[in-house]
Each structure stands twice: as structure tokens, then as C-alpha cells.
């Protein structure tokens, strides 16, 4: 049996987290006016009935225009629908309606997002966003892949909008969400446009702007290139261990090409070992230290790994997934199970898992003959031109050639319209002069590949701009991915499905009744001509444009292999002898390791159990800690509270445990020795952007106690065993601050909590506005570089911002043995009974059992809500 829910820890306060771009376009500032007017409304009785207003009606009937049929919403305890109906028409609208019962204010956001409208909601303080996204041109993409989709696929999202549609006719403004009553104090002129396809389908673009992979990582080196040498950029941003830690696909399978499969044997070439840590559980600094062998860590990231039956106590696989996604209010996903009240070939959907509302289907769970899971495929799909522009022509392979320019007009509420003209190359739209990092990239160019850097050569006359060219930026086919896969009973069917998912580019694994397991690299990967995209390319030259994608056929795949497991972790798909280059910026392995070591370590001394799956996601232990815990067993500072810390460090179990003491120390120290080797005084500071290589940078400092790296002459620092002290007492005059001087009060989970915040309200600056949005803060355990990845940004605090946006354990022997849970609840309305009903399991690494069998189904429902036709 999974675990149940058991109470939650204590809250403790914490300093708003930094979000990125992708996490502010929600913010709004709303007038002193608004907030006496919110005031006034909490004040009064008005809040209850303005609230209560917007919950949906989960029993009885309903008669809707848009029916053929009589559709049947069963809701469990925690809201989640199970939605029957007899035709997929019918089923699609009717998941179009639940969604807009539950979600619609995270529904019409998002869509204005993807369309860069969010001016036309909370005025000129998101025009940046809007220019930006206008400038990527999402909403016109996906407006493309909706007019390419066949027949059946596109009368499945033109039901769910008609069911989206339905609902919105018999509700308007506050009757929605309570969101509408709150902007109507600042934009009483707003009106709810009605849904369509597009509006579900460029949803995907924004999941695939959220695991874009290393545009960041690129612009980060582009952006200090000027400020280091080329070795030292080769220290700061190493290359995958592939000596150390596991990649996902260590041999290839030969499988038929998709389409073409027979019952035949599936031959597997020679297998090569799996790499994976040692690791041994430890009671002190001896054992720790053994059991390293040198430093590990990892960054933030997604977790999936599928076992087979031979490995398991049921003789079946196990499935298990939880995706790392920046930390939302209401959760990113919405949990529904879609049934065909008689599967047949009319009407074939079976399906059980998690979507985003504003988007049919369901992304990533089983049916009743296959269980996916998805991580981020961390491959390089973006890749930065360097640009030489003369007016509106630009250089290309010595001649001058028209920019593509357009002009679009954003609405601002409150305000007047603003013009925006777009300029894009050959390889994608101009987007210096609307970020700063893209901006001081064309003011001071370098480029490079293999892990070099250098200023541009013989670059043409004109003024330099910088392009962006992503795989999402050309239609493609994932809008119908999801629905194959729903559908898909066998390998070659999953596979099938993988063929058509474009972008995001995702690790895919899979499971069956049968017994099988398998994996597939799904995606559009570019195929680079002279550069390798690690860093700016020169635009004006073709050489270093993509010759092209590689073939499906020739991208990674595994079926049964023998060591009867696949861990996915974002880390290394393949080794470096795979023909075609995939990236420079992979994680670097230590979540996969340490996954691959439990799943080895505990099959071999029982059946494996979908506990154990759980077990193993809810696991603490971190790799960063265990190497400071050996990096200081002979360090001695001289002060008393300090070296009573690094007792506690000395004699740690590694877990990043939230009553964990030693773990706050530990964490707070790490991010002290970071700060102090590359930060705090350096004339050109390091990023701190990624955990996952400083760690691996760190490990190999360790190693060289005479690097210039140990030596910061504006903290009076001169070598390591300095270093190592000055960092200790930082670190505990920091926790002291933070927790006071008992070290018996520390603790890990108040310093790393995790506050629930509304990307759009809940960041208003007026205290009674959030109130009415924001929960928590949650405290929580795990952290970067663990597998229970919470991650949290160095430099800038503990606070979780980044989380297992949803947990599954799918056990193919029998679905109702499984579990799930995801951050928040299935609703979106603040105060509603399902807002953040989930987040006591989430926080404590539980799952919800999960009814997928009619019986099971029908023995969790409270509420039925009947939908029928209109007369």
C-alpha cells in the first residue's frame, strides 16, 4: 500500500522567490484606489458570496446545447472528474466544460499569455512581456498547426472548445472566478472572449518556452565570455562525467520502424554497464567519505524510470514519474480520467491521468494497456545567430537580404495601443533590444563551440542584432501526439506517438500489461552544420546553419532491456559515441545516479513494490552535502558555534530532511562557499545559475587545493583551507540570523518552504488581494541536487522555487493499485474545498490511491454531475 496523508509540518515565513521572466508575466501593480477598494470588500459579508458564486455545481443535471448524449462527471473527494460519455465529441466537450468549471481564470490568462495580450488585462506594466511574446509569434503558430490538423484530431479540440463555450454562456465575470471580480476593480471593461483551438494549442508552445533546454546556459556564456579565459570557461562549464554518472539509453535496440512491427523477437545489441555511484547508507564522516570517490551533485530537473516485472514483487512493471516544474497556484496540472462508456473502435479512449486545462486529453498517464511518463529531453533545440543588420536588410554569405518585418498592435488597458514591429532572419525573429541579457549580447558579441569562445571574425559592415532559432518556432505535430498516445495499445503505437511529438522535446518511457518496457527519444532535433550551438553563431555565414533534423529512426530507443530497468533523470541520453551531437548541457547526472543505485540496491535483496517507487522519489539524500561532510572532517575554525555546526556536518546521514538541522547548515554552507569562490567581491562575478555543474566544478576544486579559484583577495582569502573556514563561520553567522543561536531550533524545511503564490493576484503588492489567492508557506524537504528536487536559486535564498509539480506510481498488474498527487487541487477558485487539498500529500510524499476500474471509480465518487442534451 502507498502511503496516506498524514498532518503537515509547521509553516515558517520566507522571502518571496526571484521569478523569471516566464514567472512574471503574471505581476500586476494595482493602484492605491484598488486596494482600499479590496479592503473594503474583505471587510465585508460581500467576499463569501462573491466567492461562493464561481464554485461549480457538481451534482444533478445540467441540459447543454452541443450534446448528442448524456455525459456522467463523477467527482471523488478531491474534485477530480471522471468523465463518461458515448462518442469522443461528447467526451471532449464535456472535459472542455469541467475545465472551465474548475479553471477558467488560469485558462484566459493563459491564453493571453501565449498570444501576448496580457497588456489588454493588467495594462502597460506587461508590455515588455507582451513585445516579447509577440515577438515569438506563438499564437500565429499554433493558429498554423490548427489549420494542418486532420479531420478527427481537430473535431476533438473544436468539441472542447464548444464544451468550454457552453459553460461560458450561462456564466460570465465574477460567476467564472472570483480573479474577474477582483480586475473589475481595475478594468471594469474587460469581457471574456470566447474559447477556440488555438487558444488549447498554444498552450504547448508555453510548455515548451517553460523545458526549452539551454538557451539559458547559452546566453549565460555568451554574456561572460568577454570576462574569462578560455580555460577558465572550460572549468566553469565542464562537460558531462560519462566516466561517473549513467546515461539513459547505454546500448540501442533495434526495433521496427514505426509502422512495420511484427511479433517478432526484438534484438538488442550488446549491452554496455550502467554506470551509477557507489553509495552506502553512512552513520558518520568515515563512511561518507568512503562511500564518495570524489564529488556528485545535480541540478533541478524530472524524474522518471520504469521497471520490469522481473524486478517486481507482481511480476509486472512499475511506472514511476514526477516532472520538475517552477512551483504554481493553482498546480500546472489538472487530473481527470476520460472513458468511453462502450470502448469500441467509434470510441476508443480509456485514459486516466494529468492535462493542462485549456487543453483536451491527457499528457502524461495510462490506459487500460499502457503507462507513459515524461522528463525534459535537455537537448539543444534553441540555438542564438549573431546578426549583421543594415536597415532592413541583413548579411547572408556576402550579400545584403530583406528582413522579414511585420507590425503588430498591442491593447493596453488603461491606456493607448502601442506598435510593434518585428524583424526576423532566416533563422528566427530579432529578439536583442527587448532583454537585457540578448541586448548586451550584440553589444559585446563572442561566439564558439566545443567549449571554446572568441570574438566574432570577418563579420560584414552593419550593426549587430541577435536572433533566436527554436524548433517551436516552425508547426509541427503535437497537438495530435496527444491523442495517439492516449490511443496507443503497444510499442509501436507509443512510438508512433513519440514520431508526432515535436516539442517539447521529452524523454519518453514506457510500460505495458504485457510486461514491457521501452524508451524512445521523441522530438525534433536539429542537425548542426559548423557550430554546435553552445554558444552565439555568426548568422551572416550558412555554414552554421541546421543541415536538418535527425531522422526519427536513427534517435535513441530501448525495449526490455536487460538490466531490466530505464531511469530518465534529465541526464545524458546516450554516450559519446552517438553519431549526430544532441547538446553540451545536459544535467549532469547525480539525481539518475542515485536513482539507478536505489532501484539496484533494493531489487537485490527484494521484489520491488510500488512503495518502493515512492521510496525512492521521496528520497533526501544529498550529494552535495556528503562531499562537504568529507571536505571538512579535519577542518577546524576556532570559533565554538561554528565547529558545533560542523559536528552536526560530520556526523549528518546526508538527508535533506525538513526537521533536519544538520541539512540547514549543510545547504547554507554550500551556498556560502559558492558565493564566496565566485561572487562576493569578484570584479566579474560567476553565475550561479545551475547547482548541478557548480557542483561538479566545486568537486574538482576540491581536488586542486592550489587553483587560483581558492584565493579572493576582496574577502582576504588566500587558499583552500581558508576558504573552507571563512565559508564555515559565514555560513553559521548566516543560519544564526535566520534561526537563532540553538542548533537544536534549526531546521531545513522553514528555511527551504515553499510559498503557494496565484502567478497573476497573488503577486499584486496589496497584502489583502494576495491574502485572498496565496497559501502557505509550505515547509519542505529535498532540495537541488536531490532526488525530492526542490529546487532553490543560490544567492538569493532557500525558499523553494522550483518542485515535483505532480507525483505517479503507475503499477501495471492492476491500475487501482496506483497512486497520484500533483502541488495543489483540482480547483482553481480560492477557498474552494479542492484549492489545496493536495499539498499536505504532496509536501509529506504521498499519493492518493488512484480508481481507475469502474468499481473502483464508482466506490470513491461523492458527487455525479449529469450533462445532458438540450431539448
Not at 562537504?628 to 565547529?643: F, H, I, N, Q, R
Request: overall charge negative; hydrophobic content about 40%; proline content about 6%.
Amino acid at each position: 500500500m502507498l502511503k496516506t496523508a498524514t498532518a503537515p509540518l509547521e509553516t515558517a515565513e520566507e522571502a518571496p522567490p526571484r521569478r523569471s521572466i516566464g514567472r512574471r508575466i503574471g505581476i500586476t501593480l494595482f493602484s492605491v484606489v484598488a486596494g482600499v477598494v479590496a479592503l473594503a470588500l474583505v471587510a465585508t459579508g460581500f467576499l463569501a458570496f462573491t466567492i461562493q458564486r464561481s464554485f461549480p455545481q457538481v451534482e444533478g443535471e445540467v441540459a447543454l446545447s452541443g450534446l448528442s448524449d448524456e455525459v456522467s462527471v463523477q467527482r471523488d473527494a478531491l474534485g477530480i472528474p471522471t468523465i463518461t460519455a458515448a462518442t469522443p465529441s461528447d467526451l471532449f466537450f464535456a472535459q472542455g466544460y469541467v475545465h472551465a468549471q474548475d479553471r477558467f481564470w488560469e485558462m484566459d490568462f493563459r491564453r493571453h499569455v501565449t498570444s501576448g495580450r496580457v497588456s489588454e488585462i493588467f495594462g502597460e506594466s506587461q508590455l515588455a512581456t507582451d513585445r516579447f511574446l509577440r515577438t515569438l509569434g506563438w499564437r500565429e503558430i499554433a493558429e498554423q498547426e490548427v489549420a494542418a490538423l486532420d479531420d478527427e484530431t481537430l473535431a476533438y479540440y473544436e468539441a472542447y472548445a464548444e464544451g468550454v463555450n457552453a459553460y461560458l454562456a450561462d456564466h460570465d465575470g465574477a460567476d467564472v472566478s472570483l480573479e474577474y471580480a477582483v480586475l473589475g476593480l481595475q478594468n471594469s471593461d474587460y469581457e471574456i472572449e470566447p474559447w477556440r483551438p488555438a487558444d488549447s494549442v498554444a498552450w504547448l508552445k508555453a510548455m515548451a518556452w517553460d523545458l526549452r533546454s539551454n538557451i539559458e546556459e547559452e546566453t549565460e556564456r555568451a554574456v561572460i565570455a568577454a570576462d574569462f579565459t578560455p580555460e577558465q570557461m572550460r572549468e566553469l562549464y565542464p562537460t558531462y562525467p560519462f566516466d561517473r554518472n549513467p546515461v539513459i539509453v547505454p546500448s540501442i535496440s533495434s526495433v521496427p520502424a514505426v509502422g512495420t512491427a511484427a511479433d517478432t523477437a526484438v534484438e538488442q545489441k550488446a549491452a554496455a554497464a550502467t554506470a551509477s555511484i557507489e553509495w552506502s547508507e553512512v552513520d558518520g564522516v568515515v563512511e561518507a567519505v568512503s562511500a564518495l570517490v570524489g564529488g556528485v551533485g545535480e541540478g533541478i530537473g524530472s524524474n522518471s524510470w520504469v521497471v520490469s516485472g522481473d524486478l517486481t514483487d507482481s511480476g509486472l512493471p512499475l511506472l514511476a514519474n514526477d516532472p520538475h516544474l517552477g512551483a504554481s497556484l493553482p498546480s500546472v496540472w489538472h487530473q481527470v480520467q476520460l472513458k468511453c462508456r462502450v470502448v469500441s473502435e467509434a470510441c476508443a479512449f480509456d485514459v486516466a491521468g494529468f492535462g493542462f486545462s485549456g487543453v483536451p486529453g491527457v499528457i502524461i498517464g495510462h490506459n487500460d494497456r499502457v503507462a507513459w511518463g515524461f522528463t525534459n529531453l535537455t537537448t539543444d533545440v534553441t540555438d542564438l545567430y549573431l546578426e549583421k543588420v543594415e536597415g532592413d536588410s541583413y548579411w547572408r554569405d556576402g550579400e545584403l537580404v530583406p528582413l522579414d518585418v511585420r507590425t503588430e498592435t498591442i491593447e493596453v488597458a488603461g491606456g493607448d495601443d502601442v506598435e510593434l514591429e518585428i524583424r526576423s532572419t532566416v533563422h528566427g525573429p530579432i529578439i536583442s533590444g527587448l532583454t537585457d541579457d540578448h541586448t548586451a549580447i550584440a553589444d559585446d558579441p563572442w561566439t564558439g563551440s566545443g567549449g571554446g569562445v572568441e570574438q566574432p571574425a570577418d563579420a560584414p559592415e552593419g550593426d549587430y542584432a541577435v536572433s533566436l532559432q527554436w524548433t517551436a518556432l516552425t508547426p509541427a505535430t503535437t497537438a495530435t501526439a496527444i491523442f495517439t498516445l492516449n490511443l496507443a495499445k503497444d510499442f509501436d503505437d507509443f512510438r508512433a506517438a513519440a514520431q508526432q511529438f515535436a516539442v517539447p522535446a521529452q524523454n519518453l518511457v514506457y510500460a505495458d500489461v504485457d510486461g514491457n518496457i521501452g524508451y524512445q527519444t521523441p522530438g525534433t532535433l536539429p542537425i548542426r552544420g559548423a557550430g554546435d550551438g553552445s554558444m552565439p553563431q555568426p548568422g551572416w555565414d550558412s555554414a552554421y546553419d541546421w543541415q536538418g533534423f535527425i531522422p526519427f529512426e536513427e534517435l535513441p530507443v530501448v525495449y526490455n532491456p536487460d538490466e531490466g530497468y530505464i531511469v530518465t533523470a534529465n541526464n545524458a541520453i546516450v554516450g559519446e559515441d552517438y553519431p549526430h551531437f544532441l547538446t553540451r548541457d545536459w544535467d549532469y547526472g547525480w539525481r539518475a545516479a542515485r536513482i539507478v543505485d536505489l532501484i539496484e540496491r533494493k531489487s537485490a535483496n527484494n521484489p520491488l513494490t510500488a512503495q518502493d517507487m515512492l521510496d525512492i522519489q521521496s528520497d533526501n539524500a544529498f550529494f552535495l552535502g556528503m562531499r562537504l561532510s568529507g571536505a571538512y572532517a579535519e577542518v577546524e575554525t576556532g570559533d565554538e558555534g561554528t565547529d558545533a555546526a560542523l559536528d552536526l556536518l560530520r556526523t549528518w546521514d546526508a538527508q535533506n530532511d525538513a526537521d533536519s538541522p544538520a541539512a540547514a547548515y549543510a545547504n547554507v554552507l554550500w551556498d556560502e562557499l559558492a558565493g564566496n569562490l565566485f561572487v562576493t567581491g569578484r570584479e566579474n562575478p560567476v553565475p550561479l545559475s545551475d547547482q548541478a555543474r557548480l557542483f561538479l566544478v566545486v568537486d574538482e576544486l576540491l581536488r586542486e587545493p592550489a587553483s587560483p579559484w581558492w584565493t579572493n583577495e576582496a574577502i582576504d582569502v588566500s587558499g583552500q583551507e581558508e576558504m573552507l573556514r571563512r565559508s564555515a563561520v559565514d555560513a553559521y553567522e548566516r543560519l544564526v540570523a535566520l534561526q537563532g543561536e540553538n542548533p537544536s531550533k534549526w531546521n531545513w524545511g522553514s528555511l527551504h518552504a515553499l510559498s503557494l503564490r496565484s502567478d497573476t493576484f497573488g503577486s499584486s503588492g496589496i497584502a489583502p488581494i494576495e491574502w485572498l489567492f496565496n497559501r502557505g508557506p509550505v515547509p519542505a524537504g529535498g532540495g537541488s541536487s536531490v532526488v525530492n528536487a526542490t529546487g532553490w536559486v543560490m544567492g538569493e535564498g532557500f525558499s523553494t522555487v522550483t518542485v515535483p509539480s505532480m507525483r505517479m506510481v503507475v503499477d501495471l498488474a492492476d491500475f487501482d493499485d496506483s497512486g497520484w498527487n500533483h502541488l495543489t487541487g483540482a480547483s482553481g477558485h480560492a477557498f474552494h474545498a479542492n484549492y489545496i487539498d493536495q499539498t499536505d500529500a504532496w509536501q509529506n510524499v504521498e499519493l492518493t490511491p488512484w480508481a481507475y476500474s469502474p468499481a473502483a471509480v464508482s466506490e470513491s465518487t461523492v458527487d455525479t454531475l449529469t450533462l445532458t442534451p438540450t431539448p
